[in-house]
C-alpha cells in the first residue's frame, strides 16, 4: 500500500502545484515563444518541473526515509535549480554540462555510484577506479536523454511515466523497495503534470523538468536494478528507456555524419519524423507511450531469465527495436494504420 500512497500524493499535489508554477512563469514572463525547431504556435509557460519537482520530493519524503532516498532528494533539489536557472537565464550548453556533472560527481560522493555489473555468464564485474566514471556519465546520458525527447506536448512526462512505473516494478522484483517508492513517486508526479501538458500543453516542464526526470531515472536504475545481483542488469534499464536512448544516440550518430556538433539541435528527433509522416501531435505521442509500454514489458521479462537466455533476449530486443524504430521513421502509411490500430 506504500507503494499506492506515494504515488496518489505525488499526482494530487503535482495537480495542485502545477497551475501555481503556470500562474509565476506567466506572472514573470518566463515562457517558450515559438519559432525555429519548436511545433507550437503561441507563446508557453514554461517551469512545469517545479510542479513535478514538489509532487516527487514531498511524497518521497512522508514515504521513503532511506539514505539513498534522501541523496536522491538532495540531488534532484540541485538538479531542478539548476534547470530553473537554464530556463530563466539560458545558459550556455557548456555550463549546464558542468552543472550536470557536479550534481552527479555530488551523488557519487554521497554513496550511489554503480560499483559492480553481474554478468550473464555467472560471477560479478566489479568496476574499481571507472565506477564513478561510469555512474557520472550514465547520470549526464539520461538527463539529456530526456531534455532531448522533450520535443511534443506531453511526451517526456509521459515516457518518463511509464519508465518510471516499469522500473519500480523491477525493483519491486529485486526487492529494492525504497527504489521502487522513488520511481512510482516520480511516475505519480509525471502523471500529475500531464494533465496539463498533454496536447494541447497548458505549460511545458522546461529544462527544470527534463532533467530532474533524467536525474531521477538515472538513479534510481543504480538503486533499484543495477545494484541488484540481477543478470546482465544494464539491459533492463537500457530496455526500459529504450526508445529516448536510441532517438538520442541516432542523433548523435546523425550530426557526426555531417560534421555537426553532437549537442547542435535539428528537426530530425523521432517525434519530428512522425509528425513529417503526417501524424499529428497526440497520435505521434501516443504511438511512443506504446512503444515505450512494450518496452517496459520487455524489460520486467529480462527480470525472470538467467544467463544466456537474459542476454539472447537483451540483444534480441535491442535488434528488433531497432528495426522497429528506423522502420517507423521511413513508414508513413504503416504509421498512421498503426495508429488508428492502437486508437480503436
Excluded at 551523488?107 to 574499481?128: A, E, K, Q
Excluded at 512510482?184 to 530532474?212: E, K, Q, V, Y
Aim: aromatic share 10%; with cysteine; charged share 10%.
Amino acid at each position: 500500500m506504500t507503494l499506492f500512497y506515494a504515488f496518489i500524493v505525488a499526482l494530487l499535489i503535482a495537480i495542485l502545484t502545477t497551475p501555481l508554477m503556470r500562474w509565476i512563469a506567466c506572472r514573470y514572463s518566463i515562457l517558450d515563444r515559438p519559432g525555429g525547431r519548436k511545433v507550437h504556435r503561441k507563446s508557453i509557460p514554461y517551469l512545469g518541473g517545479g510542479g513535478i519537482f514538489i509532487g516527487f520530493v514531498v511524497a518521497v519524503f512522508l514515504f521513503c526515509d532511506s539514505p539513498s532516498s534522501m541523496l536522491i532528494l538532495v540531488g534532484a533539489s540541485a538538479t531542478t535549480l539548476l534547470g530553473v536557472i537554464d530556463d530563466v537565464t539560458i545558459m550556455s550548453s557548456k555550463v549546464k554540462l558542468l552543472g550536470q556533472i557536479v550534481i552527479a560527481l555530488g551523488t557519487c560522493i554521497g554513496g550511489i555510484s554503480i560499483d559492480y555489473l553481474t554478468s550473464p555468464f555467472g560471477g560479478t564485474i566489479y568496476l574499481g577506479a571507472f565506477s564513478w566514471t561510469i555512474t557520472i556519465l550514465w547520470i549526464i546520458s539520461l538527463m539529456n536523454v530526456v531534455n532531448l525527447i522533450d520535443g511534443l506536448d506531453g511526451l517526456a512526462g509521459g515516457v518518463s511515466a511509464i519508465s518510471a512505473v516499469m522500473i519500480a516494478i523491477v525493483s519491486v522484483q529485486t526487492g529494492q523497495w525504497s527504489a521502487a517508492i522513488v520511481a512510482i513517486a516520480l511516475a505519480g508526479a509525471s502523471l500529475g503534470f500531464l494533465r496539463f501538458n498533454f496536447p494541447p500543453a497548458t505549460i511545458f516542464m522546461g529544462d527544470a523538468g527534463s532533467m530532474l526526470l533524467g536525474y531521477v531515472l538515472s538513479v534510481v536504475t543504480i538503486v533499484g536494478v543495477l545494484k541488484s545481483e540481477f543478470v546482465i542488469s544494464m539491459g533492463i534499464p537500457i530496455i526500459a528507456l529504450a526508445v529516448p536512448i536510441l532517438d538520442t544516440t541516432f542523433a548523435i550518430i546523425r550530426r557526426l555524419k555531417k560534421g555537426q556538433s553532437i549537442m547542435s539541435p535539428d528537426k530530425e528527433h523521432f517525434h519530428h519524423q512522425l509528425l513529417d509522416a503526417g501524424l499529428n501531435v497526440k497520435q505521434a505521442v501516443i504511438l511512443i507511450y506504446a512503444c515505450t509500454f512494450m518496452l517496459g514489458l520487455a524489460a520486467i521479462i529480462v527480470g525472470y531469465l538467467d544467463g544466456v537466455a537474459a542476454l539472447g533476449f537483451v540483444l534480441s530486443v535491442t535488434i528488433i527495436a531497432t528495426g522497429i524504430f528506423k522502420y517507423l521513421k521511413r513508414r508513413s502509411k504503416h504509421i498512421r494504420t498503426l495508429v488508428r490500430m492502437i486508437s480503436d
